[in-house]
């Protein structure tokens, strides 16, 4: 599809794969997008030692790709995944939508400080190998190679000891814990500072100091991760990554074995509750795209264009009559159902007949629709 999408103009690619979310974009990641089970961890104060220095160079074959490449292709992988996996939990995702949901959120951003177009590319080609299956189990070391990858491309803003804390918190040091003191400096900025040495199993740990490496903080001891089916209270004390919540795994909170499922952020739910009319703005004339089952519609001015799915047999649907107080008025909003799409621009309601093409206004009513 990216190729298709590649030779269209900016209006047709949009609609070509007309369809995204997180990228599902926090705070956090204005900074990073999200990339579930195969991508960047999240985190700030704990954890191991993070950022670009000192690390060997890449000896990837990945093509280097800049932030909206980037977009593009993480978009329809996960958005292809998402149709997929969804599905199989009896959940009616539509790519189309999603994608150009993920894709605009995503492309919306600023390049963050110490963007890796190669670590970018890199990223791309795993979680292409790593999203293949519907879950994944955080010890995986294709899992891990991924995450590696993909947190390199859009590295985390840490604050090093003695500096304001950055957005993701402090950088580690080897033999000390660094954390955000929220008590300020009495002028309103944050600051990294020392706390106590990595702690061994069955020590205390909290925010002031964290475990060593492979041990995760439970219960405010340091301890191994978790084996499957035990039971647990938060997905990263689990060694699959995945902690099934009491409402889903009959025997309670445990440890699930095949790792982070996709919906394992309740992303299927939400996929399939959007909307198949989606919004653009008034970017060139196109102000609006639908999709149904087989179709994507969009507007090119006041000519409603059809193409299939997959961007392919584009052609002009119908001509919508323009409002009567001004011509480029153009529609916000269609729907559909077996016969008919339908329509609303600023004065009127109308629809366009399925099998003629005719458009006719159905609705009109001082100035705006009824």
């Not at 950055?166 to 500072?193: H, P």
């Not at 299939?308 to 916000?332: C, E, M, N, W």
Request: charged share 20%; aromatic share 6%.
């Amino acid at each position: 599809m990216l190729g298709q999408i590649g030779r269209r103009s900016r209006t047709a690619l949009t609609v070509a794969a007309a369809c995204a979310a997180a990228c599902g974009i926090s705070r956090r990641h204005d900074v990073a997008p999200t990339f579930d089970a195969g991508g960047a961890p999240s985190g700030g104060t704990g954890g191991s030692p993070s950022g670009n220095a000192g690390r060997p160079p890449s000896t990837s074959t990945a093509d280097p790709l800049t932030l909206v490449e980037y977009c593009l292709a993480e978009a329809e992988l996960y958005c292809s995944r998402a149709e997929r996996c969804c599905g199989a939990q009896g959940y009616s995702v539509i790519a189309a939508p999603c994608y150009e949901e993920r894709r605009q959120r995503c492309i919306e951003m600023k390049e963050p400080p110490g963007f890796d177009p190669l670590a970018a590319g890199e990223c791309i080609q795993k979680l292409s190998a790593s999203w293949k299956s519907c879950s994944q189990r955080a010890d995986d070391p294709l899992a891990r190679d991924t995450s590696a990858a993909c947190a390199r491309a859009f590295p985390k803003e840490l604050g090093a000891l003695g500096e304001a804390c950055g957005a993701d918190g402090c950088k580690q040091e080897a033999d000390r814990t660094v954390f955000c003191d929220n008590r300020s400096d009495g002028v309103g900025t944050f600051r990294c500072i020392a706390g106590g040495k990595p702690s061994g199993a069955g020590e205390a740990c909290g925010v002031e100091t964290r475990c060593g490496d492979a041990l995760v903080c439970i219960d405010a001891a340091c301890a191994p991760r978790l084996e499957d089916g035990a039971e647990c209270g938060r997905p990263e004390h689990c060694a699959s990554g995945y902690c099934c919540p009491a409402y889903e795994c009959p025997s309670g909170s445990t440890c699930l074995a095949e790792g982070v499922p996709f919906d394992g952020h309740s992303d299927c739910a939400r996929l399939a509750t959007l909307p198949l009319a989606i919004r653009t703005g008034h970017a060139d004339g196109t102000t609006v795209v639908g999709v149904d089952g087989s179709s994507v519609y969009f507007n090119e001015g006041l000519a409603l264009m059809r193409a299939d799915l997959d961007g392919s047999h584009l052609t002009t649907f119908a001509t919508i009559p323009a409002p009567d107080d001004h011509a480029r008025f153009y529609p916000v909003a269609l729907a559909f159902d077996a016969q008919s799409v339908y329509f609303v621009n600023r004065e009127a309601l109308g629809r366009v007949d399925r099998a003629t093409g005719l458009a006719q206004v159905i609705s009109l009513k001082e100035g705006n629709p009824s």
